[in-house]
């Protein structure tokens, strides 16, 4: 028996890249399959992209925990998979998805890096490893998780920055999750505008701060704070995209 998936991808002001996804997504799912877009009140032209290539598309507060959230109680599909709006995917992800087992399960892909930086591959290969080796998923692999089990953990919390983390840690203590191998490509302009070691170095320290009990929200501020104090943008970020994941 196939698996029914649910793709839920939570947006704010992404319609370009929102435009570039949904044809792809379109065209590696099948018919039983649903595209779910959550829209967190964008001011662009997000919506209208999204109910032309979306099965649902969905309103409610901003912040991707709970947009995801919101996307993931109303799906129909017994495996959700959770994509940003800039995931680079080939047909093999949905694939490798397509015939898992039933039951609880949940797991991520590897990625690589866009772009030709020599440090890429090696920071890629990092991001692979370390989650083999904790058992942390990052929104940029592009979770997925049994819908009863996400459910029955309460899904993602309610917090800014580390939601996938904070996921992750609930959903180990039920099993290890699956490290699929077809890679993701994930977009590498934070690393590009930033710097490539400024941006590793500032994803170590929100990763270490983290984990030894920092606030979610603080990171979160401290995140858009280095990252975007040089381009004079301020908070400015956060209302594009909510926070991405420091990998």
């Known amino acids: 028996m196939t698996r029914r998936l649910s793709v839920v991808i939570p947006v704010l002001n992404e319609a370009p890249r929102l435009r ?4 792809k997504l379109r065209r590696h799912l099948w018919d039983q399959d649903e595209i779910i877009v959550v829209d ?3 001011t662009d032209d997000t919506v209208s992209v999204a109910e032309e290539g979306a099965d649902k598309v969905l309103h409610c507060d901003r912040g991707r925990a709970r ?3 919101f996307g993931a109680e109303r799906a129909c599909g017994d495996l959700l998979w959770f994509l940003h709006a800039d ?3 080939r047909r093999e992800q949905p694939a490798a998805l397509r015939y898992l087992p039933e039951g609880p399960l949940w797991g991520r892909f590897d990625v690589r890096l866009k772009g030709h930086h020599p440090l890429f591959p090696i920071i890629g290969g990092a991001m692979n490893l370390r989650s083999r080796w904790t058992g942390i998923a990052t929104g940029d692999q592009g979770i997925f998780v049994d819908r009863l089990m996400f459910l029955d953990v309460g899904g993602f ?6 939601e996938d983390v904070a996921l992750s840690a609930c959903l180990r203590r039920h099993g290890k999750p699956l490290c699929l191998r077809p890679r993701m490509v994930v977009d590498s302009r934070r690393w590009q505008q930033h710097g490539v070691l400024r941006t590793v170095l500032l994803m170590w320290r929100l990763r270490w701060r983290y984990w030894r009990g920092a606030d979610p929200a603080e990171l979160h501020r401290i995140y858009y704070r280095d990252h975007f104090r040089d381009q004079g943008d301020g908070e400015a970020a956060p209302e594009r995209e909510g926070g991405r994941d420091p990998g």
């Not at 919390?157 to 580390?162: G, I, K, Y």
């Open 20 to 23: 570039r996804l949904l044809p």
């Open 40 to 42: 967190g009140a964008s």
């Open 67 to 69: 947009q995801m959230n």
């Open 87 to 89: 995931s680079g995917l």
């Open 157 to 162: 919390p309610l917090q800014p920055l580390m």
